[in-house]
């Protein structure tokens, strides 16, 4: 189990702040989906394309929200972020149509992209030597916060009622705002000055690129647990619903009790590729065993069902891991909110794409479209460590380039101020150098 309270007072702020958060955060994870299906009515479709578009519109937000983060005080811009939520999803009790849903849903998801993106800074700055580390923490952390979620929204799952679900949506609301709040005891972290050259440096690193494009592939597998599970659980098996807070319960309590063991294995780039294609190996399988869950007998379908997510389970710790590490070891550090907010394009890509490819396969095609949803992560992580491998030559490259570039600046500027380079002759008297002379030194 991972310790209660981190040692510093900043981390600690920072630690509650993302637990009140996530409380809320468990409240719509676990029934967020059929709060809209099975309270407002929405078409499971319309449903998964609206948490699509929710998911373009995050996409650009988060590298433009982490680089305000990086040159204005990351606290701040972090404390905003989460305003926007709570109001967004304060407005999910007005959504009672498909393009009302679309601006709420759209709203909340691009500030939470924007709040990852400039909270990076501040893990990074209060996170100690392995700011990778801090964030395995947080996620346990995150974890207690989303299994507290959970047991009052299979209260509201249970009921099926619309009161109980708006209810729910509130509760979610007032824990965004309360996070923003316990922020204000957080102190500000100083922007980091600019190293100069192109603004957009994240979004010209191209094997940076790739892998977030791969992580965001992978990053469809919380959207099994969030979207694919409650709706397969609910149309196509005998289990009981309130498994569906089950799984959520016991997917909570492994991240809790390893993903900071976890993170402490993955302690470089390398080890983060490998442990990215153990997890598409893990979500094979965990798929594998979803789809024949379908049309047995209640207890059996529970069972298969329970084991599925334990398994999930596993590959998700992988997953996560292998994220925060190359995330981290392979971003400049006066660049973090942006690199950081260019990664969380992968989240992105994954809230954009991934419930309607879900509902696609899974739903609607049935038990062929788990096996294929394994295929794809598992070949996603068998290509993650050849991507691991170019990032790293590229950062050498660029370090190598950066080195070079601050002696050439020193060069010239010895020159400009007329520094004479010497060198002693036999007698022990300076005289300027060959070189020198040549120059006219």
């Known amino acids: 189990m991972p310790k209660l309270m981190p040692d510093s007072g900043p981390q600690r702020v920072i630690a509650a702040s993302n637990f009140v958060y996530t409380v809320g955060s468990g409240l719509y994870l676990t029934a967020g989906v059929l709060y809209f299906t099975e309270a407002v009515h929405l078409p499971a479709t319309q449903v998964g394309l609206g948490l699509g578009?929710?998911?373009v519109v995050s996409l650009a937000v988060g590298i433009a929200v982490g680089h305000l983060a990086d040159r204005h005080g990351a606290r701040g811009v972090y404390?905003?972020?989460?305003?926007?939520?709570?109001?967004?999803?304060?407005g999910f009790v007005l959504a009672d149509g498909f393009w009302p849903f679309v601006i709420a849903v759209g709203t909340a998801t691009g500030a939470k992209a924007a709040g990852l993106a400039a909270r990076s800074p501040l893990i990074r700055h209060y996170g100690g030597d392995r700011p990778q580390e801090f964030?395995?923490?947080?996620?346990?952390v995150t974890n207690v916060g989303i299994s507290l979620g959970a047991l009052l929204a299979g209260w509201a799952v249970q009921v099926g009622t619309l009161p109980a679900y708006q209810l729910l949506v509130i509760g979610n609301a007032v824990a965004f705002a309360a996070s923003?709040?316990?922020l204000i005891y957080l102190p500000p972290v100083k922007p980091v000055p600019s190293a100069g050259g192109?603004?957009?440096?994240a979004l010209r690193d191209r094997p940076y690129l790739l892998l977030t494009?791969?992580?965001?592939?992978?990053?469809v597998q919380f959207k099994v647990l969030t979207v694919a599970i409650p709706l397969w659980l609910v149309t196509a098996t005998t289990a009981p619903r309130w498994l569906i807070s089950g799984t959520m319960l016991i997917n909570t309590t492994i991240v809790i009790a390893l993903q900071i063991r976890a993170s402490r294995s993955v302690n470089s780039p390398a080890a983060g590729g490998t442990a990215y294609r153990r997890a598409g190996v893990a979500f094979l399988v965990s798929c594998s065993l979803i789809s024949l869950s379908a049309g047995i007998p209640a207890w059996?379908?529970?069972t298969l069902l329970l084991a599925a997510m334990v398994i999930h389970t596993i590959g998700e710790l992988w997953h996560s891991a292998a994220g925060f590490e190359v995330s981290f070891a392979l971003a400049p550090q006066h660049?973090?909110?942006q690199y950081l907010g260019v990664f969380g394009l992968g989240a992105g890509l994954a809230e954009a794409l991934g419930p309607s490819l879900l509902i696609s396969l899974c739903i609607t095609w049935g038990r062929p479209g788990w096996y294929v949803v394994g295929a794809l992560f598992t070949l996603t992580g068998l290509a993650a460590p050849l991507a691991v491998r170019w990032a790293q030559r590229h950062q050498q490259a660029q370090q190598i380039g950066s080195d070079a570039g601050l002696g050439d600046k020193f060069s010239h500027a010895a020159w400009r101020a007329g520094v004479v380079m010497t060198v002693s002759n036999s007698t022990g008297v300076s005289r300027p150098s060959a070189a020198c002379r040549r120059r006219r030194w």
């Open 335 to 337: 660049a973090t909110g």
């Open 213 to 219: 494009a791969l992580d965001g592939i992978m990053a």
């Open 135 to 140: 964030r395995a923490y947080l996620r346990a």
């Open 180 to 182: 923003a709040a316990i």
């Open 79 to 90: 404390a905003i972020t989460l305003v926007v939520q709570a109001l967004a999803t304060a």
């Open 300 to 302: 059996a379908a529970a």
């Open 53 to 55: 578009i929710a998911g």
């Open 198 to 201: 192109p603004r957009w440096i």
